[in-house]
């Protein structure tokens, strides 16, 4: 016993040497490393939403110029056991893409693209946000499956599905995906086509959402001849027949007719139109014809109430992008504390729903709280719901609810307005949108994904059984007693 004891110095100083030998040999980090030392730190860990993110500190921030980069900073993490956050734009709107005591992992400077004009192919970095890929096809003469916030990063607008202006036309942004290279929970960089060995990785990055399933690095997507187009802006004040308006945008927009593709933007009625100047009812949109069609055919609009906003202009695809986004474009503030959530509508709104939701804008406290509709249909119901992990095929519109605030003390109070908004809508929609997710949606697994959680999370064990990549709505590894 004595020589056993003598021994226990010995040992506890070889286990001390071998975990710092092992501490110390961890893979070193690469690309723009910021801690808590540097300067610009308190910046840079912050995403769009103050308000979610003003909390949040990181452990590290890797800003990866490269996939190597990527794959160094997860086998970092891996080896220091700290978990893993992956951010492009920065636009999730709860800011999950960042967390304290986390490796931050952001590859917003990761904007390399080449186009093949001839296949009409585009191979993007993920730090593309959608505004700077717009502008660089629409060089080219193409443009993009893409969204209507320039700052959104193409990686998280495609991992969610992405909706935008050629929903109508060309399907979601994932529907234009060909293939995608993610750097895996082991550090491992992958290569994800629809036909090769990791077409299950594909399909679940096509709608799956971002930080589940691995890091992406690179993009290969279809891209379409940016073509003319008319550009429409409608608005009202709230002296105007607001019920009329929005059955009339439901019975006008929502079917299969893929010239058109609208917003309808409803803004509560203390809303300050002149400051902003912006009406607070508009119903605005692409048309595929001439201005002379548009104004032709949008006739049962110009006739309902006085519109006080009556544009209808030819515009190049540029010009109709930038104008989408301007006319609902509203921040306060340059940190601007918001909450987000959404639904979709299956069916159109019956006049008791339209009637609550005109009611509810109408008395809003909050002269932020929003509701923009995006229209669906045409070609992203031409699939069916397990064709990619986007599960709403079958959707006729999406609807977004929003609010901000300029003083912390509100907060509670519009939060809970635009939660009670959202609940009272609850029997006429469906589910929400990944790319628009809510902290207070208990089942949110079925509420993003549908049907297709299975499967998701039986690709989740595959990939990362270990749940590396895990935050508060995360896709969890699927058990060991599933069947997948």
């Known amino acids: 016993m004595k020589k056993w004891t003598s021994l226990l110095p010995l040992l506890f100083l070889f286990l001390w040497f071998s975990s710092s030998y092992a501490i110390d040999n961890c893979p070193k980090l690469t690309g723009q490393i910021l801690t808590k030392n540097n300067t610009d730190y308190n910046q840079s860990r912050l995403d769009s939403n103050y308000y979610t993110s003003k909390n949040k500190f990181p452990d590290v921030i890797v800003y990866c110029k490269t996939a190597q980069d990527v794959q160094n900073a997860i086998q970092y993490a891996r080896c220091k056991k700290l978990p893993v956050r992956a951010r492009s ?3 999730n709107h709860l800011s999950y893409s960042t967390g304290t005591g986390v490796v931050l992992i952001d590859v917003s400077r990761m904007k390399k693209i080449i186009v093949n004009k001839d296949k009409q192919i585009a191979v993007v970095e993920p730090g593309m946000t959608g505004g700077e890929l717009y502008r660089r096809l629409y060089a080219d003469g193409f443009t993009q499956a893409g969204g209507t916030c320039s700052g959104v990063g193409i990686s998280g607008l495609i991992l969610s ?5 050629l929903a109508r036309k060309q399907g979601m942004a994932c529907d234009s995906l060909l293939s995608i290279d993610v750097v895996d929970a082991k550090g491992q960089l992958l290569h994800a086509t629809k036909d090769n060995a990791y077409k299950d990785l594909f399909w679940a990055s096509c709608g799956g959402g971002g930080n589940n399933f691995g890091i992406v690095t690179s993009i290969q997507l279809k891209v379409y001849p940016a073509d003319k187009v008319t550009w429409f ?36 009625k203390t809303f300050p139109a002149q400051k902003f100047h912006q009406q607070p009812i508009k119903v605005i949109g692409i048309f595929w014809g001439t201005p ?13 109430g006085h519109p006080v906003t009556q544009i209808i202009e030819a515009a190049n695809w540029q010009k109709a992008i930038l104008e989408l986004e301007d006319a609902v474009k509203v921040y306060t503030t340059s940190k601007p504390e918001y909450k987000s959530s959404g639904a979709f509508v299956m069916q159109n709104f019956p006049p008791q729903a339209i009637h609550d939701l005109a009611s509810r804008l109408n008395n809003a406290t909050s002269p932020f709280l929003n509701v923009v509709f995006f229209s669906l249909g045409g070609a992203t119901n031409e699939h069916a719901t397990n064709d990619t992990a986007y599960f709403y095929r079958r959707a006729k519109s999406f609807a977004v609810y929003s609010t901000q605030w300029l003083k912390t003390a509100d907060a509670t109070k519009y939060i809970h307005e635009i939660d009670s908004l959202r609940v009272n809508l609850l029997p006429y929609t469906q589910g929400d949108y990944i790319g628009n997710q809510d902290s207070e949606i208990k089942d949110y697994l079925t509420a993003y994904y549908g049907n297709n959680v299975h499967q998701l999370r039986c690709i989740k064990r595959k990939y990362d059984p270990t749940n590396l990549f895990h935050f508060e709505q995360g896709i969890p590894p699927a058990p060991a007693d599933w069947r997948c």
């Open 292 to 304: 002379e069609e548009a104004k032709r055919e949008l006739t049962p609009f110009l006739k309902l």
């Open 233 to 268: 802006n409608l608005g009202w004040d709230w002296n105007q027949p607001v019920e009329q308006i929005i059955s009339l945008w439901q019975t006008f927009f929502l079917n299969d007719d893929k010239r058109w593709y609208s917003h309808l933007d409803l803004w509560a």
């Open 89 to 91: 734009g920065g636009h």
């Open 161 to 165: 599905g992405g909706m935008g202006p």
